[in-house]
């Protein structure tokens, strides 16, 4: 990403090894230092994390975020003093976030090479996409481990099951583990479920809005799929995904199967450089979807892809589709 050719392995060693070789003073200082403190009250803990097993001695104290979920979580959790970076936001940082955000580096606007991660010592890396930790990027999770930094990448992207809301849940738990802040996270899983329980509350009886979600594309439309949170928050808030039998997070449909499925609503995922109107205004002009209620009757709802994915935004973004898909129950 960012224009920057993926490193070997064998430099990202290299460069692994300078910066711990810088940070710690060498083979000599570390045998002439004093002994390790006892490990923190709860510490060690082990967290298994789709498919890599860790024990942390200590929460992390110079951790970098990598994708804006990832940075939310985080910052949810008042963890802004143990990191020394971030990146690839995209969308606006919470309001609720934004002083905090501002005392954190930006590492890069989107990935950070490998060398530039580095740099900045971290001993912990968490990552909200697979594609954070990208093997032929140089930023796999065993070179991170072989750099001496620990990593956790967000559970939507290695489900064992279906996407739920518990895996929301979970996600917070499993980040204030490492740090330490248990308490942390049941205040925020609280704040979830809060919103959650108000909406399903208005929602009691509502009849299920038939909905297509359109990300992008003009060929093939890109929508999501049953395998993702995004599926589970359209139930929440009083609709069923058209294309949940695709199992995956997102997928490539093509406007004629949209159109024989017929929505009543399309759900279109803001983000990047295509303004909303544009896309609606593509949609309204296909001539596959000229007799879909949804087109016909000009019915949109509008999310913001950050809100979308596994993270602090879910609920929020829950109660703004509900009040999209049925503004007569929040009046």
Known sequence: ?????????????????????????????RDNAAPAAPAPK??????????V????????????????????????????????????LDD?????????????????????????????????????FASTFDEKEGRSRDALSQAGVHSYLN??????????????????????????????????????????????????????????VYDSGDKTAFTAGGAGIGNEMIKQAGGVNLFADLDKAFG??????????????VVIYDYGDQPVEDKKKFLLANPALKDVPAIKNKRFAVLPLSS??????????VESLARQLHPDRFK
């Open 1 to 29: 990403m960012m224009g920057k050719r993926p490193i070997s392995l064998l430099s990202a060693a290299m460069v692994a090894a300078a910066l711990l070789l810088s940070g710690c003073g060498g083979t000599a200082a």
């Open 42 to 51: 709860g510490f060690p803990v082990t967290v298994s994390n789709c498919g």
């Open 53 to 88: 097993k860790t024990t942390y001695q200590r929460p992390p104290q110079r951790a970098v975020s990598l994708n804006q979920h990832a940075t939310e979580v985080m910052l949810a959790l008042g963890l802004e003093k143990s990191m020394v970076g971030t990146a690839y």
């Open 92 to 128: 606006r940082i919470l309001p609720e976030y934004q002083d905090a955000y501002d005392g954190i580096k930006a590492l890069a606007k989107e990935y950070p090479s490998f060398e530039t991660l580095l740099a900045a010592e971290p001993d912990f890396a968490y990552g909200g």
């Open 155 to 212: 559970i939507e992207e290695c489900p064992s099951g279906p996407v739920t809301m518990a895996m929301v849940d979970q996600e917070i738990r499993n980040v204030a583990k490492i740090f330490g802040v248990p308490d942390r996270a049941e205040q925020q899983v609280k704040k979830v479920h809060g919103t959650l329980d108000a909406v399903n509350d208005k929602l009691a009886g509502v009849r299920p809005v038939k909905i297509f």
């Open 252 to 265: 490539d449909v093509s406007f004629e199967q949209v159109a024989e499925r017929a929505p009543e609503v």
């Open 308 to 317: 979308t994915v596994l993270g602090v935004r879910v609920p929020s973004g």
